[in-house]
């Protein structure tokens, strides 16, 4: 094999800066001798440079399995074998690795296409589902995976931290530890993983970079739109409703139960119960209740237990008086039948 | 239990099949009677259905029970029939009469059940209903209790205690003698009717928040023991009570027979009534107009009180004063002077050219342009202002403040919020406090601005509330103070200006420079 033939295999490495500290100062001086290889690695940097101002797209899930499939290689294992814990923060290497990832697969999916010599068949098939491919990336608190499902290249710098040595079992060792990555995940806010993973952060404010409330808003812009209004992300913000002690929080969480359509937010009606019950906050307790107005309005039929609480607190005489009006009005038009 | 029932399901069909159109229509008719003591207890639950009881004097119940079924066809009506049950439980001291049916019916039917009730005279009563045409119950001595959500009770002749809540009906008590017992009847949206002789003596309990409260006949004495409710005595001082709330309806409580005099609102008569302390009395407006004002335009200065209702007003060229007593306001521009007050809903308000005095009891609270600044107050809810002329007061009971643009000088604080105040970029330097009780601050100003900052976190979790600054010149100072971390940076930033006040408890502070991004946490 020759020089030249070597160093451009080395190439992707070298963008990366994977390539042993020996290895990269001969890569480079041969790019500077030689003029093809050089022009290659000016081409190289050019697109990287053009594939760092791109959006980051994830790989569509077919496309990623057909890939792995073709290239012989299983997809990770299951979720629920996972053990290591993967939290969420910012690193400045995540455009390193997505960019790395891109040349991975536009590498990969250039040979794919390259090995594939059969002509295309054009004829109608009949649709069938033979099998369901698993997500191939999963959210996982820990997760197992084998070395041959991994990369050898490390990308950019990632911090691994607490690693643990795991003793021989047979012929094979284990190494375990925390990685901090940052994840960007992109798609239609009616996609499931989307959906569970945006009911996992609002729950969880250890997890936000930017007030609660905030982010409350930006679901309430999102989801508020008929055909992406979502029972468990209604549920996700109930529970806000119930437990957050931000009161904050719970204003913009009642608030966006008000914007939901009925059928989305019709289950979350206890929790707005108990908060136009039990709600310190005035304003928590008025959205609660113009949140019932509106699920009334569409039609929702109130059991005895929303009926009574609306009269106690439409006769309460101690209670904010928006807060009766409103309760008066729901019960006005309340729907018995 | 001796029980005799009889005439089991006569099965009467008033109308069939008129055609395939109009469906069926059937009533079935069960009449039965059954021994109930004379201080017995009667039960009837009938969600959907009339009920008239009347007194007889035996210990006995009788019982006529219609079940009228309208259905699409045959099949409907007979699962109708299977699903809606007519039931009777209970022994000679307790009566427990019942109708079994679903909640909500299936487009195929619908079923309601008439009773027709005679019982002992002085045997209790409890009525519970969701929708009536009509329940009326007359004559009886002991004690009744009618709980009902939709429809007119009328209750006639009653000699013993009464209950009557009637969430949405309305209500007539007839009491040809006088009261002669506790009566207590409330409402949401009904109003309430009572009739007795025009010497009749008995205490006056009567609330009605928007609606009003009359009577031509004597009231002697009392006082508003609320803003909406007042206690006096009808004619004379009376260990009979007879109570009438009311939220959206009216109460009128007339002489018996036929009247044309509704006589003078309670809210007038207690112009002329003496208070007893400086802080009982009628506080909220007389007028009470539930659908409040919507107008879209006012040529000069603007008044507008009333007790319930929302105001819309899209321009005021003048200054405006609007008190509501539960209502949204919105504005939409006010040339002048803006004082608005809700003692429960959301203000929302435009392009206020004058100060601004904004205050709600709960509800959040949105200002587009406070030209002039002003002050601006919830008792809970969230405050938001796009852009603040002159000095600003900002403070809410419990939620966010958010001000995004301050000329001048600002304070904010609640109780339990984040506050972010982002001041104008020309400003040199401004006084500035923001404190919230629970939540973080977030403070942006003009990179050249001068200050002398005193930012202070109190956290029990310092690692993850801190101090953070885009602007250098601060000096850090931890220590523990009960229990929970403090965190006090002070400073001079850009050589120095008017003071700086941030607090925040349980949250972080930031202070980020306009157009730089924020440092990491300092040490």
């Not at chain 2, 007194?55 to 007979?78: C, M, Q, S, Y």
Request: hydrophobic residues 40%.
């Amino acid at each position: 094999m020759s020089e030249c033939h070597l160093v451009r295999e080395s190439m992707p490495l070298l963008l990366v800066e994977a390539l042993e500290r020996g290895e990269r100062e001969r890569a480079h001086q041969h790019i500077e001798d030689c003029g093809d290889c050089s022009d290659e690695w000016a081409a190289y940097r050019e697109t990287w440079r053009s594939m760092g101002d791109l959006p980051e797209l994830e790989v569509p899930v077919r496309v990623r399995a057909r890939f792995l499939d073709a290239a012989g290689v299983a997809e990770p294992a299951p979720a629920s074998r996972v053990r290591n814990v993967v939290p969420f923060r910012r690193r400045p290497a995540a455009k390193w690795l997505a960019q790395a990832a891109a040349v991975v697969v536009i590498a990969g999916g250039s040979w794919f296409a390259g090995t594939r010599t059969t002509v295309l068949d054009g004829a109608r098939t009949p649709a069938t589902i033979a099998s369901i491919t698993p997500a191939p990336y999963s959210i996982a608190e820990e997760r197992i995976i084998p070395a041959s499902e991994i990369s050898p290249h490390i990308v950019g710098r990632p911090d691994i931290q607490n690693v643990q040595f795991l003793d021989p079992q047979g012929d094979k060792v284990g190494l375990s530890f925390d990685v901090t990555s940052r994840v960007t995940v992109t798609g239609s806010p009616g996609d499931r993983s989307m959906v569970r993973l945006l009911s996992y952060v609002l729950e969880n404010e250890n997890s936000m970079a930017q007030p609660r409330s905030r982010a409350i808003e930006w679901v309430k812009q999102t989801y508020s739109d008929p055909q992406f209004a979502d029972p468990e992300i209604a549920g996700a913000l109930a529970r806000l409703l119930r437990s957050d002690e931000h009161e904050g929080v719970r204003i913009r969480a009642a608030e966006t139960l008000k914007t939901m359509p009925a059928p989305a937010a019709s289950a979350t009606r206890a929790a707005l119960i108990e908060a136009l019950k039990n709600d310190p906050n005035p304003a928590v307790r008025i959205k609660a209740v113009e949140a019932l107005a509106n699920l009334s309005q569409s039609g929702e039929v109130f059991d005895p237990v929303t009926i009574d609480t609306l009269r106690e607190k439409a006769a309460q005489s101690d209670e904010n008086l928006y807060v009766r009006a409103k309760a008066a009005e729901v019960l006005s038009s309340v729907k018995l039948q | 239990m001796r029980q005799r029932l009889y005439g089991v399901t006569l099965g009467i069909a008033l109308a069939a099949a008129a055609s395939a159109a109009a469906g069926v229509i059937v009533t079935d008719r069960q009449s039965y009677e059954l021994p109930l003591s004379a201080g017995g207890v009667l039960v009837i639950e009938n969600p959907y259905g009339n009920i008239a009881v009347t007194a007889a004097d035996e210990a006995k119940i009788f019982v006529t029970a219609d079940r009228v079924i309208r259905a699409a066809d045959n099949n409907a009506l007979n699962e109708a029939r299977r699903t809606v049950q007519r039931t009777v439980a209970g022994n000679e001291n307790t009566r427990i009469i019942r109708t079994i049916q679903p909640r909500s019916f299936p487009p195929r039917w619908s079923a309601q059940v008439h009773y027709t009730v005679r019982m002992p005279r002085s045997a209790q009563l409890n009525i519970m209903s969701n929708q009536t045409e009509g329940i009326r119950v007359t004559g009886l001595a002991g004690a009744v209790m009618v709980k009902n959500v939709n429809g007119p009770v009328v209750i006639e002749d009653n000699r013993g205690t009464l209950v009557v809540q009637n969430l949405n009906g309305d209500t007539t008590l007839i009491s040809p003698q006088g009261p002669a017992a506790d009566m207590a009847v409330s409402s949401v949206n009904g109003s309430i009717v009572v009739h007795a002789p025009i010497d009749a003596k008995f205490g006056w309990d009567v609330e009605t928040v928007a609606g009003e409260a009359r009577t031509p006949l004597a009231v002697r004495g009392g006082h508003f023991v609320s803003p909406t409710r007042f206690r006096g005595s009808i004619n004379a001082p009376s260990d009979v009570t007879v109570l009438t709330h009311t939220f959206l309806g009216n109460v009128t409580l007339l002489p018996m027979g036929p009247t044309a005099v509704r006589g003078p609102s309670i809210r007038e008569m207690a112009r002329s009534i003496v208070m007893p302390g400086p802080r009982v009395g009628p506080q909220l407006p007389l007028n009470a107009n539930r659908r409040g004002v919507h107008l879209p335009l006012v040529q000069s200065s603007y008044r507008y009180e009333t007790s319930i209702g929302d105001v819309r007003i899209d321009e005021v060229r003048g200054t405006a004063t609007i008190v509501t007593g539960a209502g949204e306001i919105h504005l939409g521009s006010v040339f002048g002077h803006c004082d608005v007050t809700s003692h429960g809903g959301p203000l929302v308000l435009g392009d206020i050219k004058g100060i601004l005095s904004a205050r709600t009891d709960g509800g959040n609270i949105t200002v587009e342009r406070a030209g002039a600044g002003g002050t601006i107050e919830t008792g809970g809810g969230t405050v938001q202002v796009q852009y603040a002329g002159g000095p600003v007061q900002l403070s809410s009971g419990g939620g966010d403040i958010v001000l995004r643009h301050a000329a001048a000088r600002v304070s904010a604080e609640t109780r339990s919020g984040d506050i972010a105040i982002t001041m104008a970029p020309d400003l040199k330097s401004e006084r500035v406090v923001a404190r919230t009780a629970k939540g973080n601050v977030v403070l942006t100003l003009p990179a050249g601005f001068s200050a002398t900052v005193e930012a202070v976190v109190v956290t029990s979790e310092p690692n993850r509330h801190s101090i953070r600054s885009g602007f250098p010149g601060l000096s850090i100072q931890r220590e523990q103070v009960d229990g929970k971390t403090r965190i006090r940076a002070t400073g001079k930033i850009n050589g120095g200006g008017q003071r700086v006040e941030l607090q925040a408890q349980d949250g972080g502070i930031q202070l980020v420079p306009a157009t730089v991004r924020v440092s990491p946490a300092l040490p």
